[in-house]
């Protein structure tokens, strides 16, 4: 079965990095879209960022363009988040998922979608 293993996140100061991993395995990963989402205490999850299978096209969240990466490699079947510019308000713990029936063309829609594959999650802090 499709197993999904989080990890990469800590505690940082506003304005640092992070880089958050995510191992796939149970099925054939590249032919699968990914993506990272999140969820903050009080709040529900949301789409953070969403790649294609072979990485060429990538969509994100208003709140993190132009500060966070989402990349795969799909050789080791890992998927990837590189986060810059911390604020605080990206405090949350992060999820990576992979679609249940999306795919293809439509791996855009995953940003927005909650059938999906779930990791267990690993917290990340940004702290002011």
């Known amino acids: 079965q499709v197993q999904l293993v989080e990890s990469g996140g800590g505690s940082v100061q506003a304005g640092g990095s992070l880089r958050l991993s995510c191992a796939a395995s149970?099925?054939?990963?590249?032919?699968?879209?990914m993506g990272w989402f999140r969820q903050a205490p009080g709040k529900e999850r949301e789409g953070v960022a969403v790649?294609?299978?072979?990485?060429?096209?990538?969509y994100y969240a208003d709140s993190v363009k132009g500060r966070f990466t989402i990349s795969r490699d799909n050789a080791k079947n890992t998927l990837y988040l590189q986060m810059n510019s911390l604020k605080p308000e990206d405090t949350a713990m992060y999820y990576c998922?992979?679609?249940?029936?999306?795919?293809?063309?439509?791996?855009?829609?995953?940003?927005?979608?909650?059938?999906?594959?779930w990791g267990q999650g690993t917290q990340v802090t940004v702290s002011s």
């Open positions: 998922a992979a679609p249940k029936r999306i795919s293809g063309v439509y791996c855009y829609r995953m940003i927005e979608s909650d059938d999906n594959y």
């Open positions: 790649i294609s299978t072979g990485g060429v096209s990538t």
């Open positions: 149970g099925y054939t990963y590249s032919r699968y879209c």
